[in-house]
DNA sequence: AAGTGGTCTAGACCACTAG
DNA sequence: TAGTGGTCTAGACCACTTC
């Protein structure tokens, strides 16, 4: 551990009245700073679920004293975290569990606009179709973008996403079946928003962050019969990791995108 | 002003021995947090080329002592300018103005990778061929882009990038020629790493953030020539901006990638 | 008025770098 | 050994939200 800065280890000694929640102290750990351990601790308490997406967390100067910490090593955990989109700050309010609401989906994970737009306009949300669905045992492809064995079962999804009344992306993802297990057609069919959001509520998955590979093919039969494409319209596919805590791979998705009135956008190094 | 804390005020009256270098007390600025007043000072500084690219800052208690603000505050403010890559802090050392070497241009805006390639491996440098250089008159697009007025006076430069001797990259860039005045195509073709370097040594201009854009078409005969592919081939047309301090565009680029063996890749959320 | 996060200060000690 | 950034604490007050 630290060990006796400003008589830390004295004020661990003293605290027997055990505090609320589950915020005991932290144990000792040496090298890692106090703030890391810290992060952990909440980071371990919203994996398991005591603080379940959209809950407030306690203040901070409670869980500061729950942890036996300065109320501005937690500030720096926590700043650590909102970073990362774990959680958000509001002031007056409270701190709370990321939830992947639309508009967070939208603004986070999809990045297809249509081009000479006005940056002003708000840009719609996607209409998504699902247009298949399919339990099958994962492809070398993607049992090594999900970190599983090769014939591990894995559910296939089709979605068909249309801006402004007009197709535009075609998503294939594969996720775990393991993972997300009794997952029904009904589910994807019938949500009425982002699958972020369907991993997040019903299997307490949080997607965090995602690597994309792009690269420009001719359209496929398939993609032309569903985005409505001339057979070897240049096509833009984008392939996804999506990623939950600890960089765990939970879904491997591979969108088409019909680039013709739209781009991939993508932001390098983002303002503050 | 803030106002009243724990005595800022009093200190500030007090505060009539010149400190050292170009830091002054910060002025008062209603509602605006010290810490944001202090970061801008700074980028001040930078802009202003009193701190040039790759020199060591004063040491935080000196610059704090100067400012008249806490360390902490101080501290805040070179957070965050270290979060948007203008500072760089090295422990024992000191605080570094950010540098466009090769290696930070591969890792924050070369985002061309090799398919298939396992991820401890380095990706080599790109080698660069200038293969065109002129002085034109700003289309429209990228009169847009650079924010100048159509028929403004910019140079357009052509690089051909190889990786493993294999052509994979034909970039078109413009620059406003009022801004880089009597720049010569000779620094182009004789400069051994990225623009960026260039811009930033012989300009004290600082590339920070860059928009992409991508989409699929079919290569050019232009595009095939320069690249050695077969007329048609569909290739990944990535335009950028690259902006310098306050979002103020640089440079307008548009890449054309030949994506056989390569992906444009993209992190969303960047891991902390 | 009470409770939350946001800002600011002051000062201590640790970890790393370099002469 | 001296100087730098990194961590940690303690406590004050501000700004915002809700009742």
Request: hydrophobic fraction near 40%; proline fraction near 4%; aromatic fraction near 6%.
């Amino acid at each position: 551990m630290k060990s006796d800065k400003t008589g830390l280890a004295a004020n661990r000694r003293l605290a027997q009245a055990r505090p609320q929640l589950e915020l005991t102290p932290i144990a000792e750990a040496s090298g890692v700073p106090l703030y890391r351990q810290v992060k952990r601790a909440l980071i371990k308490l919203i994996e398991s679920g005591r603080y379940a997406p959209a809950d407030c967390l306690p203040s901070e100067s409670a869980i500061a004293s729950g942890l036996q910490v300065s109320i501005g090593t937690l500030r720096k955990a926590v700043d650590e975290l909102v970073l990362e989109n774990v959680l958000i700050r509001r002031q007056g309010k409270g701190t709370f569990v990321v939830m992947h609401n639309n508009s967070r989906f939208l603004f986070q994970f999809f990045h297809v606009e249509k081009r000479d737009q006005d940056l002003s306009q708000e840009h719609p949300y996607p209409a998504v179709e699902c247009v298949s669905f399919e339990r099958a045992r994962a492809t070398a492809e993607e049992a090594s973008a999900l970190g599983i064995g090769l014939g591990d079962p894995v559910f296939r999804v089709g979605n068909r996403l249309k801006l402004s009344g007009l197709p535009v992306v075609y998503d294939r993802l594969a996720i775990s079946a393991l993972t997300f297990k009794g997952l029904t057609e009904k589910q994807f069919v019938e949500r009425s928003s982002t699958v972020y959001h369907l991993y997040q509520c019903d299997y307490g998955i949080t997607v965090l962050r995602a690597h994309d590979r792009a690269r420009a093919v001719s359209a496929s039969h398939d993609v032309c019969r569903i985005l409505g494409l001339r057979p070897g319209t240049p096509v833009l596919e984008v392939h996804r990791i999506a990623m939950t805590f600890g960089d765990k791979p939970v879904e491997y998705r591979v969108s088409t995108i019909n680039t013709q009135h739209h781009d991939y956008v993508s932001l390098l190094s983002k303002r503050i």
